[in-house]
């Protein structure tokens, strides 16, 4: 049989790795910070681009879709011309991916820490730079589709499996949760309201984990571990049974993370169903994993990158175990809104992706550059520093969640709560953080290791940029096979169409209802849109960052109901573009803040919260005093809300700026009464509005406590 030349592009995969590196450096540094943020707060350094609010989702997303991102495209790029015996489908294409990929990075952080998000989590960025995320997901695809097309193998391995699964969830998921009206170049509001908007936000959330964070990494365990261990995968049967199974029911997990919220219970149900049937896909790839190394535990006592593939395993089966163990409700009850949702989240990312970054990094670039590994001892070093790094980092982050979740809840004799003070529980579990700032910084100390290590890796070697291969031409398809599978793994667009089918349906059963049966969501005849001075307040604190401390969703406990007031009602966000429940208390819940404290209180609060709360870690807000509100796109949002369906009228939209003038003269009144002197045009007045219209706009149960609640 003749042979057919060609070379695998090399260049891609070593841009890539390289930028896996840095950007891991980058994120992870900013991880560090804003763990020390919220021990010192000081290292807020009191300027509005430093803040933690501003700062922490620049640290997730550069972790996600900069250090993360990258390593996928890494090891896709490696190992998908390999299995498919073809080089990519063009060198342009993979050019335009990797700078587009690049530019969107950078763009994303410099945006987030000027003010400009959306507030979704892992989905921050603003609608012009959603657009150019989706550009560029494109042309992965078209590179991708157009390699597996032009492949040389006729069956496609189980990796490229997980990489087209990948490619078109993700695609689907990004559109749907990016569905925005745009009303400035970086200001825009989402088309879904309250419920709504909190169903698809955690749809996408917990699916961009399993379908960015997951899916692509065990597409690589497929590829590069057989790779590294030089054994078969385990089991092919077991690899069909895991790829259709968690493809399947992973999409239908994302309501757990809204348990006991205003979410309707069916859905809620639905949620933690499929959560804990997300255990047997989840070890089943673990397992398989795993047992890839029977025979070789020897090499994995000698070999680092093995060593990183284990711990990388075991830390995937831990965070899958753990997250179905959440979504049950009497354990979410507890933990939720806790550190330990922080730790859940870290054992993944630091262990799983990771540990396995580090491996594909230590196996793959000292092949591209066709020497070996510089230091396999400074390996070692790396990985017992990221080992002692996870276990400083999640092990305090445990215990604090059992301090959070016992202090919050517990009542006195008497039958009222011990801790009313919120900021009780926050004081005490600061040597917690202090000990994961601690584990940051092992953590971080062994990623340099690396970089350093796979510097001089690459700087005694020489990059083979077009490594030379050579393959059959792709056979004749024929219809012989046996199994129904093996015959569609030689079809890939209907491959496509049938993971699509798989990961449409759980979505579309959960939201379709929510979104047409009105009944889901009742309506409150009292709940009233925002008027334009609190909508500009609103945007303010989405601007800050205030929901990554904050909630904005009281659950139906007594504890909370003790600590914060009535529990929230769907009905009280349909006008709530984006919902703000939050996903950890930093701070106290602020759903029914709105008159509980005078205007000077709020006031002082922001100027520096050791005023009011002597000990508080939350940053300072003095420029909200120092900058004038900028009323410029006033008209255009509430026109962009009308159009969304909020009921403002002619009027109100034509007299919006006297009626913003008329309100904030209010509060700058009473303010003077209180010896406070600040002008009416200044955007602490409007954020003020915001937090004292929050939650009045129904009445609250008369048995409710009226307890203090202080950051």
């Known amino acids: 049989m003749q042979l057919e030349q060609f070379n695998y592009d090399n260049k891609i995969v070593r841009n890539f790795g390289v930028a896996t590196i840095v950007w891991g450096i980058v994120g992870m540094s900013i991880g560090l910070l804003v763990a020390m943020q919220l021990v ?25 879709f900069a250090f993360v991102g990258n390593a996928i495209f890494m090891g896709v790029y490696y190992s998908l011309q390999r299995v498919l015996k073809a080089r990519m489908f063009s060198d342009v294409l993979s050019k335009i991916h990797f700078w587009g990929w690049q530019l969107v990075i950078i763009a994303s952080a410099i945006t987030l820490l000027l003010g400009y998000t959306s507030s979704h989590e892992y989905a921050e960025m603003e609608w012009p730079i ?5 550009l560029i997901w494109v042309v992965f695809g078209i590179n991708m589709f157009g390699t597996i097309i032009k492949r040389r193998e006729r069956h496609m391995y189980v990796a490229v499996w997980f990489y087209i699964a990948t490619f078109v969830t993700v695609a689907i998921l990004h559109i749907v949760n990016s569905m925005q009206l745009p009303v400035s170049f970086w200001k825009s509001y989402y088309v879904y309201a309250g419920v709504q908007d909190a169903l698809v936000q955690w749809w996408y959330g917990h699916n961009a984990v399993a379908f960015f964070l997951t899916t692509p990494f065990l597409g690589m365990m497929y590829y590069f571990l057989p790779k590294m261990a030089n054994r078969p995968v385990y089991s092919y049967k077991l690899s069909i049974l895991h790829f259709w199974s968690l493809i399947f029911i992973y999409i239908w997990a994302g309501p757990h993370h809204l348990l006991y919220t205003a979410l309707p219970s069916w859905v809620q149900s639905l949620g933690v169903v499929f959560s804990i049937m997300l255990i047997a896909p989840s070890w089943g790839g673990m397992i398989n994993g795993l047992l890839t190394l029977r025979g070789a535990w020897d090499k994995v006592r000698t070999e680092p990158t093995l060593k990183f593939m284990v711990v990388a395993l075991t830390a995937y089966g831990m965070a899958t175990f753990e997250g179905p163990m959440l979504s049950l409700k009497q354990v979410n009850a507890i933990a939720h809104f806790t550190d330990w949702i922080v730790a859940h989240v870290h054992i993944g990312a630091l262990g799983w992706n990771g540990f396995m970054t580090f491996a594909i990094l ?20 790396h990985f017992w520093l990221g080992t002692l790094g996870i276990l400083f980092y999640a092990v305090p982050m445990y215990w604090a969640a059992i301090v959070q979740g016992l202090m919050w809840k517990e009542f006195t004799p008497e039958g009222i709560l011990k801790y009313p003070n919120f900021l009780a529980t926050t004081l005490e579990i600061l040597p917690m953080h202090m000990m994961r700032a601690l584990g940051g910084a092992f953590y971080l100390a062994g990623v340099i290791l690396m970089a350093y ?5 690459m700087q005694k070697g020489t990059l083979l940029a ?20 093996r015959r569609l793994e030689r079809k890939p667009m209907l491959f496509m169409v049938l993971a699509l089918i798989a990961i449409l349906i759980g979505g579309m059963v959960e939201m379709l209802p929510t979104f047409t049966i009105s009944s889901n969501i009742p309506t409150i005849q009292s709940v009233q849109p925002y008027t334009a001075l609190e909508l500009q307040g609103r945007d303010l604190y989405i601007r800050e960052g205030c929901v990554n401390c904050h909630t904005q969703a009281i659950r139906p406990f007594r504890s909370e109901t003790a600590r914060y007031g009535e529990y929230s009602k769907a009905g009280e966000y349909v006008y709530d573009r984006p919902f703000l429940w939050g996903s950890k208390r930093t701070g106290p819940d602020l759903q029914r803040i709105g008159g509980k404290y005078p205007n000077k209180w709020h006031f002082d609060h922001l100027l520096d919260p050791t005023i009011t709360s002597p000990g508080s870690i939350m940053p300072q807000y003095g420029w909200l005093i120092d900058q004038k509100l900028d009323n410029s796109t006033l008209v255009g949002k509430l026109n962009a809300m009308r159009i969304l369906g909020v009921p403002y009228s002619n009027e109100q939209i034509a007299n919006a700026q006297n009626d913003l003038n008329k309100q904030a003269q209010g509060i700058v009144d009473d ?10 045009d200044r955007e602490i007045i409007a954020m003020i509005a915001y937090l004292q219209r929050m939650g009045t706009d129904i009445k609250a149960n008369k048995n409710t406590e009226n307890t203090t609640v202080e950051n």
């Not at 609010?53 to 972790?63: F, I, L, Q, S």
């Not at 793959?364 to 510089?374: A, I």
């Not at 077009?466 to 599978?485: D, F, R």
């Open 130 to 134: 959603d657009i150019g995320i989706t």
């Open 362 to 381: 230590y196996w793959l670039l000292p092949r591209v550059y066709d020497t070996e590994l510089y230091s396999k001892k400074l390996a070692s070093v």
């Open 453 to 457: 290590n796979l510097v001089k890796t």
């Open 671 to 680: 303010l003077k009464q209180n010896q406070v002197h600040v002008t009416a």
């Open 40 to 64: 010192w707060p000081a290292l807020n350094f009191a300027t509005q681009y430093s803040t933690f609010g501003r700062v922490r989702p620049v640290h997730t997303n550069a972790v996600i």
């Open 466 to 485: 077009n490594e030379p291969a050579e393959a059959p031409a792709l056979e004749p398809l024929t219809v012989n096979e046996k199994s129904t599978h």
